[in-house]
């Protein structure tokens, strides 16, 4: 072989090998969609159920697999919101949260289109579903968490600071005090805490009474906790909310699709149990 030749394949070969790692993630991506895809229409027929997912995970879809992170956004309540529109009027939603949070805006009108669906909603809940994510939920008529899933506060947040802590440090500070654009922000942290508590209320009465209702909103928009504060299971229900512990398998299997990229440092691995060598003793 001449070094023309040569030269040539070893250009071809790296042209192979480039092309690889470009197509790659997308063709990896591309099946876990489908396995995906195959799961929520197992889950669909099983429960009778419209089944949506909003689940937002840290993911390697980009070039050389570059994750993307993901919160609550506008491009989010349109896909949702389409998903209800389309749903028969007669047939149940079962809408799958996985969020960290995001857009009051977004979260809001999912949450309300959710609340005005004819047939009953569920949100399921396999891990976390904190500030927007808990909004949603709250729409539902049920709320099914894992035993060890968590919801959290829907105390607006202003920036890097929450609306409830403004207020409360002009408040102690003293009006008088406060310089101008202290002064603002209490007053939009007002005007937040006011809009969520309403429209929380708004999700609630119906279901729960209004004086529960307004309990609800008041204790989940007040700050009395930090906005990262897990209200688990047990919790959820000592505050009255509507939640059950059955969430279908299904759902794990699901969230096994949506892998977190490879860590630099730091992984978690398991080994099932056994059971078919417990059996043949």
Known sequence: MNSSASGFLSSLIWWLFFLYLLLWPQMQYKGL??????????????????????????????????????????EDSEEVLRAIRMAPKDRPIDLIIHTPGGLVLAATQIAKALHDHPAETRVIVPHYAMSGGTLIALAANKIIMDPHAVLGPVDPQLGQYPAPSILRAVE??????????????????????????????????????EEKARELAQILTEGRWTHDYPITFEHAEELGLHVESEVPPEVYALMELYKQPMKQRGTVEFMPYPQKAENSK
Do not use: C, W
Request: hydrophobic letters at 40%.
């Open 33 to 74: 969609q489908m396995a995906r895809a195959k799961l929520l229409q197992q889950l669909s027929s099983k429960r009778s159920s419209t089944v949506i997912t909003m689940i937002h995970r840290q993911e390697s879809i980009g070039l050389f697999g570059i994750p993307f992170y993901k919160f609550i956004s506008i």
């Open 172 to 209: 102690k500070k003293g009006p008088e005090k406060a310089d101008d654009q202290t002064l603002i922000l209490a007053d939009v942290a007002e005007k937040a805490i006011r809009q969520v508590r309403n429209f929380v209320y708004s999700l609630l009465k119906d279901r729960y009474g």
